[in-house]
């Protein structure tokens, strides 16, 4: 059995900063990609960024040169540094992570989500 947990969120002001945490365990072999997205409310869920096994990343363009994905592969657990927050930022933020477990299964996995609110 695979868990996402995530950490971090909060409420901040606009222009601050907050850094988000996803811990993956479980019966895991290999984690591949991992990734964020986020959901605001009455919004379809969004790619936020993602980061390869061998730290190459993706951002939205929404977020790009604000946020920054990073990963500790011996801890399997990845990050997201928020800075310049901004109140569209708003939503709830998601982990996720395609991995193979101790069954050679590969799948895709999703943490509960974390809420993030900006706003003064």
């Known amino acids: 059995q695979v868990q996402l947990v995530e950490s971090g969120g909060g409420l901040v002001q606009p222009g601050g900063s907050l850094r988000l945490s996803c811990a993956a365990s479980?019966?895991?072999?290999?984690?591949?990609?991992m990734g964020w997205y986020r959901q605001a409310p009455g919004a379809q869920r969004e790619l936020v960024a993602t980061?390869?096994?061998?730290?190459?990343?993706n951002y939205a363009d929404s977020v790009k040169g604000r946020f920054t994905i990073s990963r500790d592969n011996v801890k399997n657990e990845e990050y997201l540094q928020m800075n310049n927050l901004k109140p569209q930022d708003t939503a709830v933020y998601y982990c996720?992570?395609?991995?193979?477990?101790?069954?050679?299964?590969?799948?895709?996995?999703w943490g509960q989500g974390t809420q993030v609110t900006v706003s003064s």
């Open positions: 980061i390869s096994s061998s730290g190459s990343t």
């Open positions: 479980g019966s895991i072999f290999r984690v591949n990609t």
């Open positions: 996720n992570a395609d991995l193979w477990d101790n069954y050679m299964l590969l799948r895709n996995y």
